[in-house]
């Protein structure tokens, strides 16, 4: 049998292009003692990995030059060396860009197929989901009444960033988004209350007139112009998540900071980076609390999937291009 996976072959400058990267056929691993190995179902791509292709220091280590890329998958075990999971299980693991892998038993975690549908361990059941549960919650110190605003608010977490906000009593939930029909999906789809295509104009113009009253939270996931209209329609005792910064990933020259951060003493404003991966205590509650209003229907998701090992790449690039609605999922 034969494995196809991606490998990293040179690091990107600016944009990612298709010869930094390379589709290397291996032999499909064989497990050893305590070991599984798992056919791979489904592969995340994240914007995060724009950062690991990088070799800068950072929270996660840049992927190694010549070897297979990490990342998020769902797999199915198809051969086990290890107590307490058996052929046929279904794990979620972080040897994702590959078609097989092993791994060690104590890094895959069994979910239920039965439960929901596999590809949303990925996404809003998953590490995106939890992103949104803990920023918006813990981060931005999210309560009953504030007026929310978010940005990538058609991707995995932004959508379900808003849509939390709703369903946990915000008086207002403002989108920004990179196409009038995912602008038309928050409104009509999603329930925000208002929602920008921030390719049509000014941010800031447009989000003062979406939140003429100004906003209690802003959750980042873009950096940029977005930060800087959000600074400026922050009231009293504002709270801003710091999530991601998207809008900088493929930049070659540092991006310019936003040049009113001297109303954050005015407001008292607060601006708070978070790694989701501080947060994996949540896990539980987020899963109890977020499960049962995905199963309903009351919070709802999207998933953007493109078929085929070999299409991972093309995905991934899509991700940053803003291809996608919901969660980015590669299907094999
Ligand atoms: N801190 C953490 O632990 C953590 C964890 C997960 C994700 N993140 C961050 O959260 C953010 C969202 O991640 P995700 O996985 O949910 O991705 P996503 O939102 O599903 O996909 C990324 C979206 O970003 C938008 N985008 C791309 N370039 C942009 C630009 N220049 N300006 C504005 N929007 C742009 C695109 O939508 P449009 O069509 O709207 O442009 C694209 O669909 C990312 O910044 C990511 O790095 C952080």
Known sequence: MTNREWHLVSRPVGWPKPEDFALVETPVPTPGEGQVLVRNKYLSVDPYMRGRMSAAKSYAAPYELGKVMQGGAVGEVIASNAEGIETGDHVLHFFGWREYGVLDAKNAVKVDPEAAPLSTYLGVLGMTGLTAYAGLLRTASFKEGDIV?????????????????????????????????????????????????????????????????????????????HLEAAIGSLRQGGRIAVCGMISVYNNTEPAPGPRNLARLIQTRGRIEGFLVGDHYDLQQEFVQKVGPWVASGELKYRETVVEGIENTLEAFLGVLRGDNIGKMIVKL
Request: glycine share 16%; hydrophobic share 40%; aromatic share 10%.
């Open 149 to 225: 605003f978010v940005s990538g608010a058609a991707g995995a977490v932004g959508s379900q960033v808003g849509q939390l906000a709703k369903l946990m009593g915000a008086s207002r939930v403002i989108g920004s988004a990179g196409s009038d029909d995912k602008v038309k999906l928050l409104v009509e789809e999603y329930g925000f209350d208002a929602a920008f295509n921030y390719k049509s104009g000014s941010v800031s113009e447009q989000l003062r007139a979406a939140a003429p009253d100004g906003i209690d939270v802003y959750f980042d996931n873009v950096g940029g112009d």
